[in-house]
């Protein structure tokens, strides 16, 4: 996903004149814990997006039906007759992603002026992202490719990752999420970045948020729905805490945050997925493993947050960081193209099939990580967050 970014295990340096200047304090207090070294990264956390992503791939591989059935040439049902219930599990890795994406933007946006905050997050973002929207295109634009390929205005529109709220097909039908990721980063950047972060207005940034959220969904109101995301918001919100508990565990008030961010988020998991009435997913989910894999998440941040997986500063684990948004990105269209031609056309069984395709994947987006994103997103920070 778009987190997928270098993770400093403690908060960033401030720059000169920032407001609230006070990396290990809060409001002039003395901080209840050692700050960690700033340049270390959290490299479990590395490792649990790259988990998250595997959950989604093994969703849309095996766990729902729709374009994927085409490319296997039956159900997933038939295809994996266990293991397709577990699979259907698989679609809470953005949830999971969500809370990710509370914790780094609150810690990347920490002390950071605005033009720095916003070039670091479109630099991060766009340059794997156009080239997933090119190379899905031209892919499916092969003639003997069965997936139609949408119009040229449609897929133009795409390169501005707006197309969701103007009407436009989607090239990837993976950046729904990125829609959502857009307008936390908008609504972060409006009331947490432009003032000058702090405790203080991080904790009203999200007690404002629940509150509105939570209004917006008994309002039923459109255009606050598109605003406010009631269903994702608890998970954003949720990941924003467990960052003040990364720099202050005795926070009472931040325990406060995640626990009623993980009370909200677990419903609006169950009420979206246990049973779906539409025939692209299936509909056996048990809310008690939603509710399972929703506290997981919230857990297993939690614990990166409070230390507890310092220990795990793996190389490897720096590189799955890296993988993680350009395999998010490409898995699923492309996947469907690699399924077609490894199982019904080369003649694979499911599983050594399911397996080609995941490895297939992660070497696409090591290349895109080397070739895209490592050139150009240093390059289209410098661009924008240089001073004119």
């Not at 309002?219 to 990941?239: Q, R, S």
């Not at 696409?364 to 920070?381: I, M």
Request: glycine share 8%; hydrophobic share 50%; proline share 6%.
């Amino acid at each position: 996903m778009s987190t997928a970014e270098a993770v400093p295990a403690g908060p960033p340096r401030m720059p000169d004149g920032a407001r609230d200047a006070r990396p290990a304090t809060y409001d002039n207090k003395p901080p209840h814990r050692t700050e960690p070294a700033r340049h270390a990264r959290l490299g479990a956390l590395d490792g649990l997006r790259l988990a998250a992503a595997l959950m989604v791939a093994a969703y849309h591989y095996g766990g729902r039906d729709g374009d994927i059935t085409t490319a296997w040439g039956s159900s997933p049902k038939v295809q994996f007759p266990t293991a397709h219930e577990w699979f259907a599990y698989g679609s809470l890795g953005v949830q999971i992603f969500f809370v990710i994406s509370g914790f780094v933007i609150c810690m990347s946006g920490w002390g950071r002026p605005l033009r720095s905050f916003f070039a670091s997050r479109v630099s991060r973002l766009f340059p794997a992202y156009w080239a997933a929207i090119v190379l899905v295109t031209a892919v499916f634009a092969l003639p003997w490719v069965a997936y139609e390929a949408v119009s040229p205005s449609d897929a133009l529109v795409n390169l501005s990752m707006l197309q969701q709220p103007v009407g436009a097909d989607r090239v990837l039908g993976v950046c729904w999420t990125l829609w959502a990721e857009l307008r936390f980063y908008a609504l972060f950047a409006l009331f947490v970045v432009l003032p000058g972060a702090g405790r203080q207005r991080v904790v009203l940034f999200c007690a404002v948020w629940t509150l509105a959220a939570v209004l917006a969904d008994a309002a039923n109101e459109p255009l606050l729905d598109v605003v406010l995301m009631p269903e994702y918001a608890p998970f954003f919100i949720g990941g924003v805490g467990l960052y003040l508990l990364h720099r202050d565990r005795r926070d009472a008030t931040a325990w406060g945050i995640v626990a009623l961010s993980w009370l909200l988020g677990q419903h609006y998991a169950v009420a979206q997925l246990w049973h779906t009435d539409s025939p692209h997913f299936f509909s056996y989910r048990s809310a008690s493993l939603i509710i399972a894999v929703v506290t997981a998440g919230f857990v297993l941040v939690g614990a990166i947050a409070l230390g507890y997986f310092r220990w795990a500063n793996w190389r490897w684990l720096t590189v799955a960081g890296a993988l993680t948004y350009p395999f998010y990105l490409v898995h699923e269209h492309l996947g469907w193209v690699a399924v077609d031609v490894l199982h019904q056309r080369l003649g694979l069984p499911s599983y050594a099939t399911f397996g080609l395709t995941v490895a297939g994947m992660l070497l696409l987006a090591r290349l895109l990580n080397r070739c895209v994103e490592k050139p150009l997103t240093p390059l289209l920070r410098r661009s924008l967050g240089a001073r004119r």
